[in-house]
């Protein structure tokens, strides 16, 4: 299997998708908080779909995993790499929340005792709150448990499969595999990534026919995911990861412009960060709304105060968490020499 850790246009797609998230959360954090204004349906129908930048990102991390643990050669050293790429940035956050949540009353923290404190506390750092029915922490690292589960799945079939030639233990957890994505079906996303990684197989539409190709493809597979199933968004989903793959298509080179590129460098970081970035302006909203404030106006303002502030805090914590204290922590290890950061979906 040839080198896939770094394509162009699959940079700019874990860009685009975390652009998408943020945008959801620009018109539902202030929802949430009451100084939204009152907005057409179809705003609100069409603006809810941008959550499912979520699948966009599980695609990209099913077609670079599979790469990522043939060039590893060791499961250890593949889990070592995911534990210093992932990590890092969440437990960082996990810890800040856990912090200062509870003295500015964020969310369940308000009058929480102690036991359930450190229920939600452990549920939460081993990626577990959703199984165990406890409150989601983090607002966007759900998704990192859907990531942990297809790493270790992946790479106990990789084991099974490739090392030990045991293919009846191998059907059995593809079984175990095939339950899980009907179990939770948008983890469906991540065999698409995984077909594109194994068949060299894609679809060249060039120019400006093929940029409109793949947004077609996309809003496709958005509005499946939102109204219809999300089964029924895996063939527009892979006809456009097919076009982001192919060179030359018009897509690709879409997504290969420079402010697409940094944010799909920093997007793992910008991904999980901007809740924490736009927590401060939505209660500032909170208030300004209770003084009379008009809500056009304040919406207006939480929109672009909390791009910027999305941006720049997605910047520093890319730069200081997941370059230095990353390169810090690779060396104070001293198990591997340090790897390409942009590896992975928008946590891989």
Same mark, same amino acid.
Request: overall charge positive; aromatic content about 16%.
């Given at each position: 299997?040839?080198?896939?850790?770094?394509?162009?246009?699959? !940079?700019?797609?874990?860009?685009?998708?975390?652009?998408?998230?943020?945008?959801?959360?620009? *018109?539902? +954090?202030?929802?949430?908080?009451?100084?939204?204004?009152?907005?057409?349906?179809?705003?609100?129908?069409?603006?809810?779909?941008?959550?499912?930048?979520?699948?966009?990102?599980?695609?990209?991390?099913?077609?670079? @995993?599979?790469?990522?643990?043939?060039?590893?050669?060791?499961?250890?050293?593949?889990?070592?790499?995911?534990?210093?790429?992932?990590?890092?940035?969440?437990? @960082?956050? #996990?810890?800040?929340?856990?912090?200062? %949540?509870?003295?500015?009353?964020?969310?369940?923290?308000?009058?929480?005792?102690?036991?359930?404190?450190?229920?939600?506390?452990?549920?939460?750092?081993?990626?577990?709150?959703?199984?165990?029915?406890?409150?989601?922490?983090?607002?966007?690292?759900?998704?990192?448990?859907?990531?942990?589960?297809?790493? @270790?799945?992946?790479?106990?079939?990789? =084991?099974?499969?490739?090392?030990?030639?045991?293919?009846?233990? %191998?059907?059995?957890?593809?079984?175990?595999?095939?339950?899980?994505?009907?179990?939770?079906?948008?983890?469906? *996303? =991540?065999?698409?990534?995984?077909?594109?990684?194994?068949?060299?197989?894609?679809?060249?539409?060039?120019?400006? =026919?093929?940029?409109?190709?793949?947004?077609?493809?996309?809003?496709?597979?958005?509005?499946?995911?939102? *109204?219809? #199933?999300?089964?029924?968004?895996?063939?527009?989903?892979?006809?456009?990861?097919? +076009?982001?793959?192919?060179?030359?298509?018009?897509?690709?080179?879409?997504?290969?412009?420079?402010?697409?590129?940094?944010?799909?460098?920093?997007?793992?970081?910008? *991904?999980?960060?901007?809740?924490?970035?736009?927590?401060?302006?939505? +209660? +500032?909203?909170?208030?300004?709304?209770?003084?009379?404030?008009?809500?056009?106006?304040?919406?207006?303002?939480?929109?672009?105060?909390?791009?910027?502030?999305?941006?720049?805090?997605?910047?520093?914590?890319?730069?200081?968490?997941?370059?230095?204290?990353?390169?810090?922590?690779?060396?104070? =290890?001293? !198990?591997?020499?340090?790897?390409?950061?942009?590896?992975?979906?928008? #946590?891989?």
């Amino acid at each position: 299997m040839t080198d896939k850790s770094f394509v162009p246009s699959v !940079q700019g797609l874990r860009g685009l998708a975390a652009v998408s998230v943020l945008i959801v959360h620009l *018109y539902d +954090m202030p929802l949430l908080a009451g100084f939204l204004p009152s907005v057409p349906r179809w705003f609100q129908q069409t603006i809810n779909m941008g959550g499912h930048g979520v699948e966009l990102f599980f695609m990209i991390s099913g077609f670079l @995993i599979p790469a990522s643990l043939v060039r590893h050669a060791s499961v250890s050293k593949f889990f070592y790499d995911r534990m210093l790429r992932i990590l890092p940035v969440f437990v @960082i956050l #996990h810890l800040a929340l856990f912090v200062i %949540g509870p003295i500015v009353g964020y969310k369940f923290f308000k009058d929480i005792g102690v036991v359930a404190y450190v229920e939600v506390f452990l549920a939460n750092l081993f990626f577990l709150p959703d199984a165990l029915g406890l409150p989601i922490g983090q607002q966007n690292a759900w998704t990192l448990a859907y990531e942990w589960a297809f790493y @270790i799945w992946f790479a106990a079939t990789f =084991f099974v499969v490739v090392e030990r030639k045991n293919w009846m233990l %191998g059907l059995l957890l593809l079984a175990i595999g095939l339950a899980g994505v009907f179990h939770r079906p948008i983890a469906a *996303y =991540f065999a698409v990534g995984m077909l594109f990684a194994a068949v060299d197989v894609r679809f060249r539409v060039t120019g400006w =026919f093929g940029v409109l190709a793949g947004v077609i493809c996309g809003i496709t597979m958005y509005v499946c995911l939102e *109204y219809i #199933h999300p089964f029924v968004g895996l063939v527009p989903g892979a006809l456009l990861f097919g +076009m982001v793959l192919a060179p030359g298509s018009g897509v690709a080179k879409a997504l290969s412009g420079p402010v697409l590129q940094y944010l799909g460098k920093i997007s793992y970081s910008f *991904y999980l960060v901007h809740p924490f970035a736009l927590y401060p302006l939505q +209660m +500032m909203g909170v208030k300004l709304a209770a003084h009379g404030f008009s809500l056009w106006a304040l919406w207006a303002a939480f929109v672009g105060l909390g791009l910027v502030a999305s941006l720049v805090a997605g910047a520093v914590s890319y730069e200081l968490i997941e370059v230095r204290l990353r390169r810090w922590l690779d060396a104070t =290890f001293r !198990q591997a020499p340090s790897r390409p950061l942009g590896e992975v979906g928008h #946590h891989a």
